[in-house]
C-alpha cells in the first residue's frame, strides 16, 4: 500500500486532520521534518523587485525591519486551510526568518528602483531624511478554495519626516496572486508575484513624497 506523504506541519499542539486538500498533494513530495530522520527541508528565497525606475530624491530612507507577530514571525510558509486555521507547509522554509527576509527585500526593491539612498535596519542606526514602517499583516497561502493556492499579501506602511518631525503617511497595500501548479515551486513564485504588486504600490506613493533636498 502506498503511502501518502502529508504536506503541512501544524503550529499549534493539535494534531494535523488526516484529509488534506487534494490540490496540495497532486505533484508535492515534500514531507514533515522528523527529528533525526527525513528530507532536510528546501530553502527559499525571495526575488527583489525590479520594476521601473523612479526619480531620484536627494534624501535618506531608512526601513525599519518589518514588524511580523504570531504565526507569520518564523521562518516557515504559512497556509490558511480555513478562516481560522493557519499550517506550514512542509519540506519547505524560507532562508531567514520572516522580518529579515522582507526587510532585505524591501531594502534591495527600495534600491533598485533609484528612488533613495536606502539604509536598512542591519546596518548603522541613522535619522534619514525619511523613516519607513512596515507591518506585515498577511503573507500566507490560501487552500481553502479548493483550486490551486492563492498567496495573499498585506501591509500596513508608515512613512515620518525626521526634521521636522512629523508623520508624512500611512496607508496599506495589498495584493493577490494564484499559484500557477500545485507543487511548492509555484506556490512560493506566487508569494513573490504577490509581493511584487503590493511594493509596485508603496514604491509608486512613495514617490509622490516631496523632495526636501536632503539634510
Known sequence: MTRTKKLFRPWFSTPVLALIPALL??????????????????????????????????????IEEPSVSGALSSDQVAVRLGQRRLEYLAGARWSDRTAQLLGRYFEESIENS??????????????????LKIDI??????????????????????????APAEIVG???????AEAR???AEAIIEAFNNALDQATAGLLAWL????DTGGT
Open 25 to 62: 498533494l497532486a505533484g508535492c513530495s515534500s514531507i514533515i521534518d522528523l527529528p533525526g530522520g527525513g528530507e532536510a527541508p528546501a530553502l527559499y528565497e525571495l526575488r527583489a523587485y525590479d520594476g521601473p525606475g523612479l526619480t531620484r530624491r536627494n534624501w535618506i530612507l531608512f
Open 114 to 131: 533609484g528612488l533613495a539612498t536606502v539604509v536598512g535596519a542591519g546596518t548603522v542606526e541613522i535619522a534619514g531624511d525619511y523613516r
Open 170 to 176: 500611512r496607508k496599506q497595500f495589498e495584493a493577490s
Open 137 to 162: 499583516r498577511d503573507f500566507s497561502a490560501d487552500v481553502s478554495g479548493g483550486g490551486r493556492a492563492v498567496v495573499n499579501v498585506r501591509f500596513g506602511s508608515l512613512v515620518l519626516r525626521s
Open 181 to 183: 501548479g500545485r507543487g
Open 207 to 210: 514617490a509622490e513624497i516631496p
